[in-house]
């Protein structure tokens, strides 16, 4: 599949990097010292959500700045357990820098110590930091489009969750799913492909990008 764009848009987690069992392994301290149960957690923790909109769902609002502040410290500190997703190094090194941008649920001294494993410094990001409303609010994915100059319309957003997606669609973007953390069943996007090996980029007439994407079958 291929799809014309004026600029890029790439969630963090999940589909430039992978954090996953650092995440986890963090929340689950977390969770022992706040004392929630499991069940509880990962009942509230939904891939792609801010950390924020989850410790206010699972603490009392008078706990809440402490556990946001004690999560934070943890994941920074597990930072260099974060490892880069296949394709993503070279495909941020092919592109424009003036052309893409990371949209992350992340704070932004987390996001920018996630980022080291790529080797590459985003020229535009939005982050939990820069926004009200997180995904799958379409906050995100709108700032990010103004960040760039592009309406959103004219962006495509790069993402490996329900909750992004959502936010990028709302947002009017085109979107490619990855299936890096969820089944294929379980994300709505106008392309599927394994991971950012399957998608390249190439110039396009007017100074666009043309990407094209190995789509995957949803079985």
Not at 58 to 73: A, V
Not at 104 to 129: F, I, N, Y
Not at 172 to 190: F, K
Not at 204 to 210: H, I, Q
Request: hydrophobic share 45%.
């Amino acid at each position: 599949m291929m799809f014309a764009a004026e600029g890029l848009l790439f969630d963090l987690d999940g589909t430039l990097i992978d954090s996953t069992p650092v995440t986890e392994e963090c929340w689950r301290a977390w969770a022992r010292e706040f004392g929630v149960g499991e069940e509880r957690l990962w009942a509230a923790h939904a891939h792609g959500r801010p950390s924020a909109d989850i410790v206010a769902e699972l603490l009392p609002e008078d706990l809440r700045k402490e556990g946001q502040e004690r999560i934070e410290r943890l994941e920074v500190e597990r930072a260099d357990g974060v490892v880069a997703l296949p394709g993503a190094h070279a495909l941020l090194e092919s592109l424009p820098r003036e052309r893409w941008a990371v949209v992350t649920s992340c704070t932004r001294a987390l996001a920018r110590a996630r980022m080291a494993p790529l080797e590459v410094e985003p020229p535009l990001m939005v982050t939990a930091d820069d926004i009200s409303r997180g995904k799958p609010d379409p906050e995100p994915y709108e700032l990010g489009a103004r960040l760039l100059g592009a309406p959103a319309g004219a962006c495509v957003a790069l993402e490996d969750a329900p909750a992004g997606l959502a936010s990028a669609r709302a947002a009017g973007a085109r979107t490619i799913a990855l299936l890096t953390s969820h089944h294929a069943t379980e994300l709505q996007a106008d392309a599927v492909v394994a991971n950012l090996a399957s998608v390249s980029v190439e110039p396009g007439a007017g100074g666009s990008l043309v990407l094209s994407a190995l789509a995957e079958d949803a079985d």
